[in-house]
């Protein structure tokens, strides 16, 4: 099956940093990737859609300028989040859709653990 | 709003016995629902899936049946093994690339 490969799979910063996290399509190419953001205990919650070449797009009450998406290549999606607190400490995790005939299936990184400091 | 719930957080059943995981939706427009497998601190494996011109769609011990008329869909695992432990997630999807996952239901499986 299609491979998503996500890194770092665990991080630990101070209060005040910035994190960069990496989202890649090993073998297929992703105009659009998904990130999520998982709090113990609760559903997969979508932050923003990453559209190749194009702006992201955002779920409502999710801060653009805190959590910058970059998708500058078809396989590749970034997730910055700016000037991170201890609130913002939670699993993040990327995802792309894959269609293989008439069927579709989201394909799941391992997920960042984010700990902030 | 939720639109996608999974009424029970947990379950607990006995290896080889069936493991019937519910999920309930209120979007009539959703078309295509899948199930994940999730274990702590990795991401969600896609499991299986169904249309919504379908009824039921098996693969191996894993099953789904979807109830339109309900807005239900559940999945059922059998014979259940200690390795199918995990939290579960069911999602539906809405027009092109919008998933909407439920809160999960984690599942032990005793030995």
């Known amino acids: 099956g299609a491979v998503v490969s996500q890194h770092p799979s665990w991080v630990i910063c101070k209060s005040g940093t910035s994190v960069k996290i990496e989202c890649r399509s090993l073998?297929?190419?992703?105009?659009?990737m998904f990130w999520y953001r998982q709090f113990p205990k609760q559903s997969l919650m979508l932050m923003a859609t990453?559209?190749?070449?194009?702006?992201?797009?955002?779920e409502q009450g999710v801060e653009k300028d805190k959590f910058l998406i970059n998708h500058a290549s078809l396989t590749l999606s970034t997730l910055t989040v700016t000037s991170a607190h201890p609130e913002d400490s939670s699993f993040y995790i990327c995802?792309?859709?894959?269609?293989?005939?008439?069927?579709?299936?989201?394909?799941f990184g391992s997920g960042t653990q984010l700990s902030v400091l | 709003d939720q639109q996608v719930k999974q009424n029970s957080p947990s379950l607990s059943v006995q290896e080889g016995r069936i493991s019937i995981l519910n999920c309930d939706y209120t979007?009539?427009?959703?078309?295509?629902f899948l199930w994940y497998k999730k274990y702590p601190a990795e991401g969600p494996t896609f499991l299986i899936s169904?249309?919504?011109?379908?009824d039921k769609n098996e693969d191996g011990r894993f099953t789904v049946f979807l109830n339109k008329s309900a807005k239900h869909l559940s999945l059922h695992i059998v014979p259940s093994q200690p390795g199918d432990s995990a939290v579960y997630f069911c999602?539906?999807?809405?027009?092109?690339?919008?998933?909407?996952f439920g809160t999960g239901t984690r599942l032990k499986v005793l030995a």
């Open positions: 995802s792309a859709p894959h269609r293989r005939g008439s069927n579709e299936k989201l394909f």
């Open positions: 073998d297929f190419q992703a105009t659009t």
């Open positions: 990453s559209n190749e070449g194009s702006k992201a797009t955002y």
């Open positions: 979007n009539s427009m959703f078309d295509y």
């Open positions: 169904i249309s919504s011109i379908k």
């Open positions: 999602a539906a999807i809405s027009g092109t690339y919008k998933y909407i």
